[in-house]
């Protein structure tokens, strides 16, 4: 079944910096990579996805990049500011069969930005 | 147009009481998820199922545990005889009939607490 890390565990950075959190999975048959962002007490939200066809994606201050043939994708989140504090997830979509599967989650990046 | 319920927000049970964790899927989605999450951890697949069906259920534990998602109603997580080590937040998330590949959207979870 697949399998997803995820590093680091924990981030510090200054507002203004970059953040960067990186994801490797195992699963060479998943095609879709989404990333939540978890605040305290609230479930996970979904802020960016990209799928197996594309190498990056961009929405504003956060993109997503994949290399499928290295099986790691990353998160990068510029311009930082305090309210991005939170807990990141990636996960990977494992299959198990036709087009069913589910989503198997990273153990998440808490992710601290100092004003 | 409504996100994921889930009810109660917060459940505090005694050990070998029975706990009911409730999931309503967001409007025209079919596919139901539970996840659970224990403190400054991930968050661990437990269960899928779509309307009367139980599609996967690997991660769930054999004894105690059970779920369903009837043709009315939303979808139920229980718990029997619990103990303290089912202290934690569950998950439920719903996705549109297609399924494949298609983004996971959270509730804000139930939390249990056994004494």
């Known amino acids: 079944g697949e399998n997803v890390e995820q590093h680091p565990s924990t981030l510090s950075v200054q507002e203004g910096d970059s953040a960067v959190i990186k994801c490797t999975y195992s699963d060479s048959a998943s095609n879709y990579f989404p990333w939540y962002k978890q605040e305290l007490g609230k479930g996970p939200q979904l802020i960016i996805d990209i799928r197996s066809n594309v190498g990056e994606k961009k929405d504003q201050r956060i993109a997503v990049t994949l290399n499928k043939t290295a099986k790691h994708f990353s998160l990068h989140i510029t311009e930082t500011q305090p309210e991005d504090s939170a807990v990141y997830f990636c996960?990977?979509?494992?299959?198990?069969?036709?087009?069913?599967?589910?989503?198997?989650f990273g153990k998440g990046t808490k992710l601290s930005v100092k004003p | 147009n409504a996100g994921v319920m889930q009810n109660p927000r917060h459940l505090v049970r005694r050990r070998g009481q029975e706990a009911r964790l409730r999931c309503s899927p967001m409007k025209g989605h079919s596919h139901v998820y539970w996840y659970r999450q224990l403190p400054e951890e991930g968050l661990k697949f437990m269960v899928y199922?779509?309307?009367?069906?139980?599609?996967?259920e690997s991660g769930m534990p054999k004894e105690r545990f059970s779920a369903e998602f009837p043709k009315e109603g939303p979808s139920i997580l229980r718990i029997q005889q619990v103990v303290r080590g089912d202290s934690a937040a569950y998950f439920c998330?719903?996705?549109?009939?297609?399924?494949?590949?298609?983004?996971?959207?959270f509730g804000n979870g139930t939390r249990l607490t056994v004494t």
């Open positions: 998330a719903s996705s549109p009939p297609a399924g494949y590949n298609s983004p996971l959207h």
């Open positions: 199922l779509q309307k009367e069906n139980i599609i996967d």
């Open positions: 996960a990977a979509y494992s299959y198990y069969g036709g087009s069913q599967g589910n989503l198997i």
